[in-house]
C-alpha cells in the first residue's frame, strides 16, 4: 500500500475531517524534551508551563512528544511499581496537551539500564508498560505511544525485535488499537531500518532520528565526544543537500515496501552551529520529510536544540519560521 494511503487509512478518528478528507492531526510535532526524562531527584532542565501548550497550538505545531523516564520513578524489584506522584505530573502534561487537541507521544526514555542489559531489565520494561497502558485507558486517540526511545548499546537489534513484542503485548493488553510508535535499534537510525521487524499490526508506527551530518549537528555538544573539535562546521552545499534527500527518501521508501507510515520523532541542531547553517538544515530536512509524505517532530521545544528561550520568554522566530514557514 502507498504511503500516502497508509497515512491516510491509520489516522482517521472522531477528532474531525480536513476538507480533503483526510486527517491532519499528526505532522508537525515538537518535542518537550529535558522535562519528565530526569533521575528521581534531578532538577528538570525545562519547567513545562501550562501556557507552553497553548503557545505550541497557536502557532502550529499538532503535536507534542513526551520523553520519560519512567525507570527513575518505579520500583528495583516485581511488581516494579510506578510513583503515583510522577504519574501525576506525567498525567498533567498529558492532559493540557489533549485539552488542546494536540497529539501527544508518549515515550520511555533515558531507559540505560535496559539497554545495557536487556535480559535483566526485560521483566520491568514489560512491568512499566503494562502500568503506563493502564493508567490511560479510555483516553483520546491522539494520545499514542511509543515503547523505546534510541535502542541501542547492548540492545542488539536481534534482542529489540524480541523485546518489541513483548512491549507491544503489554499495550495491547488493554489497547487493542492504540497507535504504538516503534523504531530500529541502533538509535532510531535511518540505515538499522532493514534490521526492524514489525509484526503484522496496522496500529504500529515506524520511527526514525535524523541527525546527519553528526559533525555539524552536535558541533559543540558536551555529550558527544569529539564534539569541540566540529566547532565552525557549516551545512548548505549542494552535496549537504543531495545527502539528505537520500536519506530521507530512503526512510520514505521502506515505509513504502512495508505499508508503515514513517515518524521522523527526533531531529534537530544544537545551538552552537551557526544560526545561518541552521536555518538552512532547518528548514531543509522539514520541507523533505513532508515532501516524503513523513510526519515530523523537532528537538527540542526549550533547551540545547530550542526553538523558544524559556528564559526570555519568547520564540527564536527564524528557527520557528524553518518549522512553521
Known sequence: MPARLVEAAIFSDDVG??????????????????????GRDGE??????????????????????????????ADESAPFALDPTFF??????????????????LNVHHYHELQDAPHEHEARFVALWQQ???????????????????PRSAMTAQLWNRLLLKGLAAVRESHPDRMVIVGPARMNDIDALPELELPSDDHVIATVHYYAPLEFTH???PWTAGAEQWL??????????????????RAATWAHDHGRHMFVGEFGTYSKADLASRLRWTTFVRSE????????????????????????NTWRVPLREALLP
Not at 94 to 105: H, K, S, W
Not at 232 to 249: E, I, Y
Open 88 to 105: 501525576e505530573r506525567v498525567d498533567w502534561a498529558i492532559g493540557n496537551a489533549l485539552r488542546r487537541d494536540l497529539t501527544v507521544v
Open 132 to 150: 503506563i497502558a493502564a493508567r490511560y485507558v479510555g483516553h483520546s486517540r491522539r494520545l499514542c505511544f511509543e515503547l523505546l526511545n534510541e
Open 289 to 312: 520529510a513532508e515532501r516524503l509524505g513523513l510526519s515530523w517532530c523537532y528537538w527540542d521545544f526549550g533547551t540545547d536544540f530550542g526553538v523558544f528561550d524559556p528564559q526570555h
Open 232 to 249: 565552525g562546521t557549516t551545512w548548505g552545499a549542494d552535496s549537504d543537500r543531495d545527502a539528505v534527500r537520500q536519506d530521507l527518501t
Open 17 to 38: 475531517m480536513a476538507a480533503d478528507g483526510k486527517e491532519r492531526w499528526f505532522r508537525r510535532g515538537i518535542n518537550l524534551g529535558n522535562a519528565l526524562d530526569t
Open 44 to 73: 528538570p532542565r525545562l519547567r513545562l508551563e501550562e501556557r507552553y501548550f497553548d503557545d505550541l497550538r497557536d502557532v502550529g505545531f499538532d503535536t507534542v512528544r513526551l520523553p520519560v523516564r519512567w525507570s527513575a520513578h
Open 219 to 221: 558541533q559543540g555538544a
